[in-house]
């Protein structure tokens, strides 16, 4: 089932597939389409829910609209009441993970088991200064016109290694519409946002929640790795393994989600 949900400032994009306990997968700035072969392995036994976050893909913002984790939650906690079969199991990646932390702050009575996995939590880790600093620097870059410069940013600064060209190839020359308006929804109004969020560590702890936090296999040394660790060492808990990298959860959707499925059952026993 694909339908909106009006809230304050913003129509809300999502998906509904299956039937079971529900599960809710959200990025950012990552949409439903992201995790629709995700969605569809779940959906055997559970009912998934999916959505495009506020201002990204098929979901509006008003004009003047921001994009900040606390109002991620929000619109996450609509989403659950609206849909029903809560609490819900709450799986984020990257600035969705940072989306599922502030749910799990803020309302607790939401959700039973929340997993983020690599949220850049820049502010976490001893150099945290300097990388806002140079994330600083790549926005201002990408909102004067260098788009290809920024992104070449943002893989040194995440320490996500890119073959030559595939810059040029990925970000030059014509490109998809929509996907030029979500990069700079993005880099305008949600990457500062998230990087310079600072979860509630007695609060998340005290939230009766169960915290996971995920790290990629193959993500080792990079940024969200660092602040993925950082975080689990805070809360006290150690990381829990995931296929692939940051984006295993669509690159390897198969084996992501029986790892998914192994912390899903922690949760009901």
Not at 84 to 101: E, K, Q, R, Y
Not at 170 to 199: I, K, N, Y
């Amino acid at each position: 089932m694909n339908n909106t949900l009006v809230v304050e400032d913003a129509e809300l994009y999502y998906e509904v597939r299956g039937d079971g306990p529900l599960v809710v997968l959200v990025g950012a700035p990552m949409g439903a389409d992201s995790f629709a072969p995700l969605a569809d392995l779940l959906a055997t036994d559970h009912t998934v829910l999916t959505l495009d976050p506020r201002g990204v893909g098929r979901s509006t913002l008003r004009p003047g609209g921001t994009s900040t984790p606390e109002q991620r939650a929000d619109d996450l906690a609509r989403l659950i009441r609206y849909v029903g079969d809560g609490p819900a199991a709450v799986f984020g990646s990257s600035g969705g993970a940072v989306s599922v932390l502030a749910l799990a702050q803020a309302y607790p009575e939401l959700v039973s088991t929340v997993i983020a996995h690599e949220p850049p939590l820049d502010r976490l880790v001893e150099d945290g200064d300097e990388l806002l600093a140079k994330s600083e620097r790549m926005m201002a870059g990408y909102l004067a016109g260098d788009v290809v410069g920024a992104w070449k940013q943002f893989f040194a600064l995440a320490n996500i290694p890119v073959p030559d060209g595939m810059v040029e190839a990925m970000f030059g020359g014509e490109r998809d519409p929509q996907q030029v308006a979500d990069e700079r929804f993005w880099f305008a109004h949600e990457l500062r946002e998230t990087v310079t969020w600072v979860p509630d560590l007695d609060r998340l702890r005290e939230s009766g929640v169960r915290i996971v936090v995920g790290i990629g296999e193959e993500s080792t040394g990079q940024l969200c790795d660092r602040t993925s660790t950082a975080l689990a060492g805070r809360l006290g808990i150690a990381p829990s393994r995931f296929p692939g990298d940051h984006t295993g959860f669509a690159d390897r959707p198969e084996p992501f989600a029986t790892a998914l499925r192994a912390e899903l059952a922690v949760e009901v026993r």
